[in-house]
């Protein structure tokens, strides 16, 4: 097993130098510059633009920039914005994730929560009026477009009936219906998956031992079934839970939430490369480290499978 991990690990920060690198190289090929866009419209003359430029570091050579972007990245210093002069990347990264985070902790838990036990009543109940409202549901939820349902909540909870804020986070209600958008996509994927492997796992040669034993069915469902149609389902919650950060960029921008995804936009359009180098190596290392505890997890549901 650390064996295993320390494995996983080292493949994880290669993979993370290679995300570095690629986004270092991305960003320095886009179009514009952040020099550009912090002396706006005044008339700098080149003198001054040279100026600014030495004191960023950005007159020297690519690869020396990335060298010294890399060494300090590894002592913990983020670095500064280069357009928001003086403000730690540090600093408005924490801000931002601090939104997305609890954001995705109340889509996580709610998701889990609602999925998990309707995809297994609809198995149990198969072709019932259950299972048709389950499935019909599930199917709307997986279909409609995040960015899609958002606007029709706003429309809907915030400009007819206005039980509910638009945008922006002035208290709790601001989180309701992000929460409820992304928590509706998120359950109905799981919802159907757990179906699926829970009806899967009922007509395996396990269940139908416990059944022969005299077990009632509800004893096979909670003792035998459940345990293995899980399987499936922890490794698409695993790896939903490694991007879900990534994939609140399009809610937190309908919503003009403050989060990551808001920062990364803003930050990928005014061409300030620190940050934007920042978020990628972080959703890079979440992508990795979620995928290494899905392997865990699934390792502990299921006692077969062995780390070499």
């Given at each position: 097993?650390q064996r295993y991990i320390i494995v996983r690990l080292l493949?994880?920060?290669?993979?993370?130098?290679?995300?570095?690198?690629?986004?270092?190289?991305?960003?320095?090929?886009?179009?514009?510059?952040?020099?550009?866009?912090?002396?706006?419209?005044?008339?700098?003359?080149?003198?001054?633009?040279?100026?600014?430029?030495?004191?960023?570091?950005?007159?020297?050579?690519?690869?020396?920039?990335?060298?010294?972007?890399?060494?300090?990245?590894?002592?913990?210093?983020?670095?500064?914005?280069v357009v928001r002069t003086g403000m730690p990347v540090r600093?408005?990264?924490?801000?931002?994730?601090?939104?997305?985070?609890?954001?995705?902790?109340?889509?996580?838990?709610?998701?889990?929560?609602?999925?998990?036990?309707?995809?297994?009543?609809?198995?149990?109940?198969?072709?019932?009026?259950?299972?048709?409202?389950?499935?019909?549901?599930?199917?709307?939820?997986?279909?409609?477009?995040?960015?899609?349902?958002?606007?029709?909540?706003?429309?809907?909870?915030?400009?007819?009936?206005?039980?509910?804020?638009?945008?922006?986070?002035?208290?709790?209600k601001g989180y309701v219906l992000p929460v409820s958008v992304?928590?509706?996509?998120?359950?109905?994927?799981?919802?159907?998956?757990?179906?699926?492997?829970?009806?899967?796992?009922?007509?395996?040669?396990?269940?139908?031992?416990?059944?022969?034993?005299?077990?009632?069915?509800?004893?096979?469902?909670?003792?035998?079934?459940?345990?293995?149609?899980?399987?499936?389902?922890?490794?698409?919650?695993?790896?939903?839970?490694?991007?879900?950060?990534?994939?609140?960029?399009?809610?937190?921008?309908?919503?003009?939430?403050?989060?990551?995804?808001?920062?990364?936009?803003?930050?990928?359009?005014?061409?300030?490369?620190?940050?934007?180098?920042?978020?990628?190596?972080?959703?890079?290392?979440?992508?990795?480290?979620?995928?290494?505890?899905?392997?865990?997890?699934?390792?502990?549901?299921?006692?077969?499978?062995?780390?070499?």
């Open positions: 097993m493949q994880g920060l290669l993979t993370i130098f290679l995300v570095s690198l690629g986004t270092f190289g991305l960003m320095h090929l886009a179009p514009g510059d952040p020099i550009t866009l912090l002396v706006g419209e005044t008339q700098a003359g080149t003198e001054q633009v040279e100026r600014i430029k030495k004191q960023w570091g950005l007159d020297r050579p690519l690869h020396e920039q990335y060298l010294r972007w890399l060494s300090n990245m590894t002592r913990g210093d983020f670095g500064q914005s600093s408005m990264v924490g801000e931002a994730a601090a939104v997305t985070v609890k954001l995705n902790v109340w889509v996580f838990l709610l998701s889990i929560a609602i999925a998990v036990p309707a995809g297994i009543a609809a198995a149990v109940r198969r072709y019932s009026v259950l299972d048709y409202v389950t499935m019909v549901a599930t199917t709307l939820g997986v279909a409609l477009p995040n960015f899609w349902v958002g606007l029709m909540f706003i429309i809907i909870f915030a400009l007819v009936l206005g039980w509910l804020p638009p945008f922006g986070l002035q208290d709790w992304l928590t509706l996509g998120q359950t109905a994927l799981l919802a159907r998956m757990m179906r699926g492997s829970t009806m899967e796992a009922m007509g395996e040669d396990f269940a139908r031992t416990a059944r022969a034993k005299g077990l009632r069915e509800p004893a096979v469902i909670l003792r035998h079934v459940v345990r293995n149609a899980l399987l499936p389902v922890v490794t698409v919650i695993g790896y939903r839970l490694a991007f879900l950060l990534s994939g609140t960029i399009i809610v937190e921008t309908v919503f003009a939430l403050p989060g990551l995804g808001q920062l990364f936009i803003e930050s990928v359009n005014r061409v300030d490369y620190q940050v934007v180098q920042v978020i990628v190596l972080l959703l890079s290392t979440l992508v990795i480290l979620g995928n290494l505890l899905t392997d865990l997890v699934y390792g502990y549901i299921d006692p077969r499978i062995r780390f070499g």
